[in-house]
C-alpha cells in the first residue's frame, strides 16, 4: 500500500491510562501503522488522572492558545505532546481545566458520567481539527477510536469541509464496547452547531443523545467502519451494517487487514 497520511483521534491510550481494550488498541494501531511506513498524527484528551511528570508531557505553545466557544462559554485550548515509551509514537493531548484537568476520565469520583460529557467530546474534536488545521497538515484518512471522538465524522464532512487540510480526508470510525451509561444532554443538537453543522442536520436523531444515537451519528458520517471488538453494541452493528460502507469485520490479528481497508476506503491514485 502507498504511504498515507493517517490521523488518529483516540479516546484513551495506554500507558497514560489503565489498560483496556479501547486504551490498548489507542497504543498499537498507530504504533503499527507507523512501522508500516506511513505517516501519523495521535490525539487524546489529557485527563485529569495522567500524570504529566511521570508521562513526560510539555505544553507546546506555538499550538496552545485558541478559545473555543462551546454552549456560549469560551474555553482555552492547551495542547501537549509526549512520546510513547519503547515507540516512535507521538502523542499530542488536548487540555482545558474546565472540561480535562480537573477531572477522571467520563465518570467522576462516584463512579457516575459526567453531565457534561457531550461538551467534552465537542470541545475534543473540534480541538483536534482546529490543530490540524493550525499545523497545515492534510491526513488522507482519520480513524476515530472511542465514542469521545464520535462528532468528528459529522465535523469534517459539514463544519470543516472547506478546510484544505479535509477537502480528500476519509473518516473511519472503530466500534467498542466501552459505553456511556447516561445520555448527553437535551441541549447537546445546539452544542453541536458550528458553521455549517447545523441542529437542523440533526433532525433524525432522539433530541436526548444518548450511545446508541451518538454512534449513529458517527456511522452516518463515515466513510467506513471497524469492528474492534469481539462484542460490541448489536444495535449499532447492525446499523452499520445496513448502511452503505465498507464494514470490517473484528480481527484479532488486525495489522494487515487494517492496511488492505484503509487501502479500501483511500484507493491509491493510478
Known amino acids: 500500500m502507498a504511504k498515507k497520511k493517517i490521523l488518529f483521534i483516540n479516546q484513551e491510550i495506554a500507558p497514560y491510562v489503565p489498560d483496556s481494550e479501547l486504551a490498548i488498541k489507542g497504543r498499537e494501531v498507530p504504533r503499527t501503522v507507523q512501522e508500516h511506513g506511513h505517516e501519523i498524527r495521535t490525539f487524546m484528551p489529557k485527563w485529569g488522572t495522567i500524570n504529566e511528570r511521570r508521562g513526560q508531557l510539555h505544553e507546546v505553545q506555538r499550538l496552545s492558545g485558541m478559545n473555543l466557544i462551546i454552549n456560549d462559554t469560551d474555553h482555552p485550548l492547551i495542547i501537549k505532546v509526549a512520546s510513547i515509551p519503547a515507540t516512535r509514537v507521538q502523542v499530542y493531548f488536548i487540555d482545558n481545566e474546565d472540561y480535562f484537568t480537573k477531572r477522571q476520565m467520563t465518570v467522576d469520583e462516584m463512579g457516575n458520567d459526567y453531565p457534561d460529557n457531550?461538551?467534552?467530546?465537542?470541545?475534543?474534536?473540534?480541538?483536534?481539527?482546529?490543530?490540524?488545521?493550525?499545523?497545515?497538515?492534510?491526513?488522507?484518512?482519520?480513524?476515530?477510536?472511542?465514542?469521545?471522538?464520535?462528532?468528528?465524522?459529522?465535523?469534517?464532512?459539514?463544519?470543516?469541509?472547506?478546510?484544505?487540510?479535509?477537502?480528500?480526508?476519509?473518516?473511519?470510525?472503530?466500534?467498542?464496547?466501552?459505553?456511556?451509561?447516561?445520555?448527553?444532554?437535551?441541549?447537546?443538537?445546539?452544542?453541536?452547531?458550528?458553521?455549517?453543522?447545523?441542529?437542523?442536520?440533526?433532525?433524525?436523531?432522539?433530541?436526548?443523545?444518548?450511545?446508541?444515537?451518538?454512534?449513529?451519528?458517527?456511522?452516518?458520517?463515515?466513510?467506513?467502519?471497524?469492528?474492534?471488538?469481539?462484542?460490541?453494541?448489536?444495535?449499532?452493528?447492525?446499523?452499520?451494517?445496513?448502511?452503505?460502507?465498507?464494514?470490517?469485520?473484528?480481527?484479532?490479528?488486525?495489522?494487515?487487514?487494517?492496511?488492505?481497508?484503509?487501502?479500501?476506503?483511500?484507493?491509491?491514485?493510478?
Not at 138 to 154: E, F, K, R, T, Y
Not at 216 to 229: C, M, P, T
Request: aromatic share 12%; hydrophobic share 40%; charged share 30%.
Open 118 to 270: 457531550g461538551e467534552r467530546a465537542i470541545f475534543f474534536a473540534r480541538s483536534v481539527l482546529d490543530t490540524v488545521t493550525k499545523q497545515r497538515w492534510a491526513p488522507d484518512i482519520i480513524h476515530c477510536q472511542g465514542w469521545m471522538s464520535a462528532v468528528v465524522p459529522l465535523y469534517v464532512k459539514t463544519a470543516y469541509k472547506d478546510e484544505p487540510s479535509f477537502a480528500n480526508t476519509k473518516v473511519i470510525t472503530s466500534l467498542f464496547t466501552k459505553n456511556l451509561s447516561n445520555d448527553l444532554g437535551k441541549n447537546f443538537k445546539q452544542c453541536l452547531e458550528f458553521r455549517d453543522t447545523k441542529a437542523s442536520l440533526l433532525s433524525a436523531y432522539q433530541d436526548n443523545f444518548n450511545i446508541e444515537e451518538l454512534g449513529k451519528l458517527a456511522i452516518d458520517y463515515s466513510d467506513g467502519i471497524i469492528v474492534s471488538a469481539p462484542k460490541v453494541n448489536d444495535g449499532l452493528l447492525d446499523y452499520a451494517k445496513k448502511k452503505d460502507i465498507p464494514l470490517l469485520d473484528y480481527q484479532e490479528d488486525f495489522a494487515d487487514a487494517y492496511e488492505r481497508f484503509y487501502d479500501i476506503i483511500c484507493p491509491e491514485e493510478e
